[in-house]
C-alpha cells in the first residue's frame, strides 16, 4: 500500500483494502522504527483487558439498570437478559476479533465497514460518530461525573448547573492532555480505575448478599411476576442492557498499538466479556435482593439508592464510585475514539491535520484536541441528553453492517489470512439478533429511529461535497491548516505502511 501522505491535499489517498499479515513481532514498538512517524505499539494484554472492561463499566451499571428491569416487566426475566445481553456481546466481540485480526488496523467499525462496502458507508459511520455517539457520549459521561462528584456538596438538591458544566469541562481537559503526553499514563489511569469500579461493585454484591444471608429473600418469592412478552419490549430490554455494555468494540479502534494484536486481542475479549457478564450479573443480584421492582423504578441513580440504604454514613461511596467510574470509562473512550477520527483523516474523510502524529510523544495529537474542543461545545449545549435517544439504533445498525462486512468478506475474499476465524453461526446469529432489534426500534421508536435515518443520510450530500469531489478552496484551506498544525503542534504525517 502507498505511504500515506496526509499533508498533499484534502484527501490523502489510502485505499480500503486488507492488509497483508504483519510479522507477529510484539518488539516493534518504536516509532522511530522504519522511515516514517507512526503509532508505537505500547498495549499488552492487561491494559487491553483493561481498555474494554473500563470503557465497557462505565456509569450504566450503577445509574440505569433500570431500563432493563421497565421493559422486562420483572427481575428474573430482567436477570436473563442481562445474561443474553452478555452473550451476545461476547458473540459480537468474538465477531470483532476475526474482523481485528484479519484487518489490522486502527479504526473499528469505520476499518471494516470500508474494507468490505466501499468508503461511501464508511463515512457515514464516520459522520455519525462524529456528528453524535462519539463526543454526546462522552460529555455526558463528563457530566455524569461531574454531577455525582458534587453530590456530596449538595446532597438534598441537584448541584447549580455552571458547577456541573466546568468540573465536566475541566476533567475532559485533563485527560485529553494525559492522552496527548503519554499512552502509558492512559494505561494506567484505566488500569487503576478499572479496579476502583470493579472494587465498587463487589461492595455492592457483599452488601446484597449479607442481606440476603439475613433473611430477606421477599423479593425472590415470584421472580417472574409481571413478565413482558411482546417482542418490542423484549426489543428495548435488549437495547438496555446492550447499551450497559457498549464498549466492548473499543479495542479495535486501537489495534495498531496493540502488541502481537494476533493474539492479545481475541484473548482480551475473551477474559474480558465473561468478567463483565458474571459481575453485571451479581451485581443486579445485590440490586434485586435489596431493592423492591419499585424502588429502582423511581429512582435516578440505583446505586446511590442502594448505598442510601444499605451503606449508612458511608453511603457517599456510591456516589464517589459513579465518579470514579464514569473518569475511568471516559479515559479509554477518549483514548480509543480519538484513534477513530485519526484513521479518518488518514483516509481522506476528515480534515488531514487530524492524522497528524506528534513527533515527541507519537500520539495523534491534533485529533485528541480536535475531540476535545467539540465535546466541550456540547457540554453547553441545553438538551444534550436528548441526542442519545436518537442513535441507539444507529449503533445497532452499523454494528450489523460490520458483521454483514464479516460474512461478505468470507465470500469475496475466501483466501485472505485469517488468525482468528470463528465459527459461521456466530456472525449469523449475531446478524439475525440485530436485525431483530432494528426492525422492533422501528415500530417501537419511529421518530427516533426517523431522526437517526436522517442523520446518516445527510452525510451523503457532505460527503460528495467534501470528499468525493472537494472544491478548490476547501482544499486549500485544509492545507493551510494542516500545515498550521504540522508546526504548532509540532507534528508529521503519520507514514505507516504495509509492506
Not at 91 to 99: M, P, Q, R
Request: charged share 10%.
Amino acid at each position: 500500500m502507498a505511504r500515506v501522505q496526509a499533508s498533499d491535499s484534502l484527501i490523502p489517498r489510502q485505499v480500503f483494502e486488507v492488509p497483508p499479515a504483519e510479522p507477529n513481532n510484539s518488539t516493534a514498538d518504536s516509532g522511530s522504527q522504519g522511515s516514517g512517524v507512526k503509532l508505537k505499539k505500547q498495549i499488552g494484554l492487561l491494559d487491553g483487558v483493561a481498555i474494554i472492561v473500563g470503557v465497557i463499566v462505565g456509569s450504566g451499571i450503577f445509574v440505569s439498570p433500570k431500563g432493563v428491569l421497565k421493559f422486562s416487566g420483572s427481575i428474573g426475566q430482567s436477570l436473563i437478559v442481562w445474561v443474553l445481553c452478555g452473550v451476545l456481546s461476547m458473540v459480537g466481540a468474538l465477531c470483532y476479533a476475526e474482523l481485528g485480526t484479519m484487518i489490522p488496523k486502527s479504526g473499528g467499525d469505520y476499518a471494516y465497514i470500508g474494507i468490505a462496502f466501499g468508503p461511501l458507508p464508511a463515512f457515514l459511520y464516520l459522520w455519525v460518530a462524529l456528528l453524535i455517539l462519539v463526543p454526546t457520549g462522552n460529555a455526558i459521561t463528563a457530566l455524569t461525573f461531574a454531577q455525582y462528584l458534587l453530590k456530596p456538596f449538595w446532597p438534598s438538591c441537584e448541584a447549580p448547573i455552571e458547577a456541573v458544566q466546568l468540573l465536566a469541562a475541566a476533567m475532559i481537559c485533563v485527560l485529553t492532555v494525559i492522552n496527548c503526553y503519554n499512552v502509558k499514563w492512559v494505561t494506567r489511569v484505566t488500569d487503576i480505575f478499572t479496579g476502583t469500579k470493579v472494587l465498587a461493585l463487589l461492595v455492592i454484591v457483599g452488601a446484597g448478599v449479607w442481606w440476603l444471608l439475613d433473611g430477606n429473600t421477599e423479593h425472590w418469592d415470584q421472580p417472574f411476576s409481571g413478565s413482558l412478552q411482546t417482542p418490542g419490549y423484549i426489543a428495548l430490554a435488549f437495547y438496555s442492557g446492550l447499551f450497559s455494555y457498549s464498549g466492548w468494540n473499543y479495542l479495535n479502534f486501537v489495534t495498531e498499538e496493540l502488541k502481537d494484536p494476533y493474539r492479545n486481542l481475541p484473548k482480551a475479549i475473551c477474559i474480558s466479556m465473561p468478567v463483565v457478564t458474571i459481575i453485571y450479573m451479581i451485581t443486579n443480584i445485590g440490586y434485586f435482593s435489596v431493592l423492591s421492582p419499585d424502588e429502582i423504578l423511581s429512582s435516578d441513580a440505583v446505586a446511590v439508592t442502594f448505598g442510601d440504604k444499605m451503606l449508612g454514613y458511608l453511603s457517599w461511596i456510591m456516589p464517589f464510585a459513579v465518579a470514579c467510574s464514569t473518569f475511568g470509562s471516559l479515559n479509554g473512550a477518549i483514548f480509543a475514539s480519538s484513534r477513530l477520527f485519526f484513521v479518518g483523516a488518514r483516509n481522506g474523510h476528515l480534515p488531514a491535520a487530524i492524522s497528524l502524529i506528534n513527533v515527541n510523544c507519537l500520539t495523534p495529537v491534533p485529533s485528541l484536541i480536535f475531540l476535545g474542543v467539540i465535546t466541550l461545545l456540547l457540554l453547553f449545549i441545553k438538551d444534550i441528553y436528548v441526542l442519545i435517544n436518537y442513535v441507539s439504533y444507529v449503533e445497532a445498525l452499523f454494528t450489523l453492517i460490520s458483521v454483514s462486512g464479516l460474512l461478505w468478506l468470507r465470500y469475496k475474499q475466501p483466501k485472505t489470512e485469517r488468525p482468528i476465524k470463528v465459527s459461521l453461526a456466530l456472525p449469523i446469529i449475531y446478524l439475525i439478533v440485530c436485525l431483530f432489534l432494528v426492525i422492533s426500534s422501528c415500530s417501537q421508536s419511529p421518530y427516533e429511529v426517523g431522526i437517526g435515518t436522517i442523520i446518516i443520510l445527510s452525510g451523503i450530500p457532505v460527503y460528495y461535497l467534501t470528499i468525493h469531489n472537494p472544491v478548490k478552496w476547501l482544499a486549500d484551506t485544509s492545507q493551510a491548516i494542516n500545515l498550521w498544525c504540522s508546526k504548532f503542534f509540532i507534528c508529521m504525517p503519520n507514514q505507516e505502511k504495509f509492506d
